[in-house]
């Protein structure tokens, strides 16, 4: 094996807390390693500096363009036959390298693929990021997986160039599957190798996780035509997907999980719309552009409409037209609560429930995200059913997508009751359990 000459990799964007560990651990690899290089995509965190107390070669972009083309700059600079990739985050074995390369036995592999475990589990939280988000393909090697992860792996160089390097309109998610496709399109073979074995050093917020989860899932929807069709389309695969994992987890017994589960479908769902209807964002950041004054002024408006005169089928909104989004992301908000108050009546439940629910859609001052979550609290509990906003006219409200998708959730919850009587206490168990493992840590 020593005449296979391997450059090792690691694209890496605001590090600095696993850098260190990741290149202490690929230095000490029992098979030769020609080159480490690190591709540092704009970090504004220290990573620059600790990589330059190792000996190996910094390449920076002078903005962050990126994960794919952080690849693509590697690739064009490494002097290998075969190039290793390992994400900032990863702590390989000693032996993962020699395990993967034993597995060239043959010109038609291109790739080799490794296992990567979480080393966190005890979070139900980075429980479910190993369960729904494996970096693996189990325990038996495999030359016939779909994909090779991009977390850690070896490619011959040359097939790498045969299929015109990492496609850049992926930007950070997805290029693993398309760059595997187009290489099994040119008749070559991908291995999957357990033996070769990486730890995840990655924990997550119910925030962080479900942010990951939309990005890692967004090119495959996009691929399928998702976001250019009604939202209500990607909605209703919301609530399958979400209906599929409360089943599988109580089926396998995984309890702590299922809070996660549930609120799944209306976390993705609110990001769709968002993404669809907001310029292509996900996230709503309260900043001097969108204050806390502008988000009361449009709660108020909606309080106001819901209450003002039931004999009046139509009002006039106090908001200006280019705040019609934020609108129905509340109306979107009151309608989740006022679905789900009615199986977890436990306004505790329900605190929790909206907090994790709006801080995986605000950004911005903590103290400004919690005075949100209580006036939405408040709403919920004191207000009668908001599901009369489908009673009258709103000039910018989307009647009849909410109105379509309440049913929905409605008919949604009902079915998962049916299916598992117990459902509701042991998701307000699973929640405890969220919220006592955060206590913890």
Same mark, same amino acid.
């Given at each position: 094996?020593?005449?296979?000459?391997?450059?090792?990799?690691?694209?890496?964007?605001?590090?600095?807390?696993?850098?260190?560990?990741?290149?202490?651990?690929?230095?000490?690899?029992?098979?030769?390693?020609?080159?480490?290089?690190?591709v540092?995509?704009?970090?504004?965190?220290?990573?620059?500096d600790?990589v330059?107390?190792?000996?190996?070669?910094?390449?920076?972009?002078?903005?962050?363009?990126?994960?794919?083309?952080?690849?693509?700059?590697?690739?064009?600079?490494?002097?290998?036959?075969?190039?290793?990739?390992?994400?900032?985050?990863?702590?390989?074995?000693r032996?993962?390298?020699?395990?993967?390369?034993?597995?060239?036995?043959?010109?038609?592999?291109?790739?080799?693929?490794?296992?990567?475990?979480?080393?966190?589990a005890?979070?139900?939280?980075?429980?479910?990021r190993?369960?729904?988000?494996?970096?693996?393909?189990g325990?038996q090697?495999? !030359?016939?997986?779909?994909? &090779? *992860?991009? %977390?850690?792996?070896?490619?011959?160089?040359?097939?790498?160039y045969?299929? $015109? /390097? #990492?496609?850049?309109?992926?930007?950070?998610?997805?290029?693993d599957?398309?760059?595997?496709?187009?290489?099994?399109q040119?008749?070559?073979?991908?291995?999957y190798?357990?033996?070769?074995?990486?730890?995840?050093?990655?924990k !997550?917020t119910?925030?962080? &996780? *479900?942010? %990951?989860?939309?990005?890692?899932?967004y090119?495959?929807?996009?691929?399928? $035509? /998702? #976001?250019?069709?009604?939202?209500?389309?990607?909605?209703?695969?919301?609530?399958?997907?979400?209906?599929?994992f409360?089943?599988?987890?109580?089926?396998?017994k995984?309890?702590?999980?299922?809070?996660?589960?549930?609120?799944?479908p209306?976390?993705?769902? &609110?990001?769709?719309?968002?993404?669809?209807?907001y310029d292509?964002q996900?996230?709503l950041?309260?900043?001097?552009?969108?204050?806390?004054?502008?988000?009361y002024?449009?709660?108020?408006d909606l309080?106001?409409?819901?209450?003002?005169?039931?004999?009046?089928?139509?009002?006039?909104?106090?908001?200006?037209?280019?705040r019609?989004?934020?609108q129905?992301?509340?109306?979107?908000?009151l309608l989740?609560?006022d679905?789900l108050?009615?199986?977890?009546?436990?306004?505790?439940?329900?605190?929790?429930?909206?907090?994790?629910?709006t801080?995986?859609?605000?950004?911005?001052?903590?103290g400004?995200?919690?005075?949100?979550?209580?006036?939405?609290?408040?709403?919920?509990?004191?207000?009668?059913?908001?599901?009369?906003?489908?009673?009258?006219?709103?000039?910018?409200?989307?009647?009849?997508?909410?109105?379509?998708?309440?049913?929905?959730?409605?008919?949604w919850?009902?079915?998962?009751?049916?299916?598992?009587?117990?459902?509701?206490?042991?998701?307000?168990?699973?929640?405890?359990?969220?919220?006592?493992?955060?206590?913890?840590?």
């Amino acid at each position: 094996m020593a005449h296979m000459k391997v450059s090792v990799y690691i694209p890496c964007f605001n590090a600095e807390e696993y850098i260190a560990g990741c290149l202490q651990a690929i230095m000490v690899q029992d098979h030769p390693i020609e080159e480490i290089v690190v591709v540092d995509d704009g970090s504004t965190d220290r990573t620059a500096d600790i990589v330059r107390k190792f000996p190996v070669t910094l390449i920076q972009h002078p903005s962050n363009k990126g994960l794919v083309a952080s690849r693509n700059t590697a690739l064009q600079n490494l002097r290998g036959e075969y190039i290793a990739s390992l994400d900032a985050d990863c702590i390989p074995e000693r032996d993962w390298l020699s395990r993967l390369m034993e597995n060239f036995s043959s010109e038609k592999i291109a790739g080799v693929g490794g296992r990567l475990l979480e080393s966190y589990a005890h979070d139900p939280v980075d429980r479910w990021r190993a369960v729904h988000m494996k970096q693996e393909w189990g325990e038996q090697k495999d !030359d016939s997986v779909p994909f &090779l *992860f991009g %977390s850690n792996n070896v490619f011959r160089k040359k097939a790498l160039y045969s299929v $015109g /390097f #990492y496609d850049e309109r992926y930007r950070n998610n997805y290029e693993d599957v398309d760059i595997s496709r187009r290489l099994k399109q040119k008749d070559h073979l991908l291995m999957y190798e357990p033996a070769a074995r990486v730890f995840h050093l990655k924990k !997550d917020t119910i925030s962080s &996780l *479900f942010h %990951s989860f939309w990005s890692w899932n967004y090119d495959f929807h996009k691929e399928q $035509g /998702f #976001y250019e069709k009604d939202p209500s389309v990607k909605m209703e695969e919301n609530l399958g997907l979400g209906a599929r994992f409360l089943q599988e987890d109580f089926r396998n017994k995984r309890i702590d999980l299922l809070y996660i589960d549930l609120i799944l479908p209306f976390i993705l769902s &609110l990001k769709d719309y968002l993404f669809i209807r907001y310029d292509k964002q996900v996230f709503l950041r309260i900043d001097h552009t969108l204050s806390l004054p502008v988000l009361y002024l449009i709660l108020l408006d909606l309080t106001f409409f819901y209450h003002f005169d039931d004999t009046r089928k139509s009002l006039r909104t106090l908001v200006v037209p280019r705040r019609r989004v934020l609108q129905n992301v509340f109306v979107f908000l009151l309608l989740i609560g006022d679905v789900l108050k009615d199986t977890f009546s436990d306004s505790d439940f329900l605190k929790v429930l909206i907090a994790h629910i709006t801080e995986s859609i605000f950004t911005g001052k903590g103290g400004d995200i919690l005075l949100i979550e209580d006036k939405l609290l408040s709403l919920y509990v004191l207000q009668k059913e908001w599901s009369d906003f489908f009673k009258k006219d709103h000039d910018r409200i989307e009647k009849g997508l909410f109105g379509s998708m309440f049913i929905s959730w409605q008919d949604w919850l009902s079915r998962l009751e049916s299916y598992l009587p117990e459902m509701v206490n042991l998701i307000k168990a699973s929640q405890n359990q969220v919220v006592k493992t955060k206590k913890e840590v």
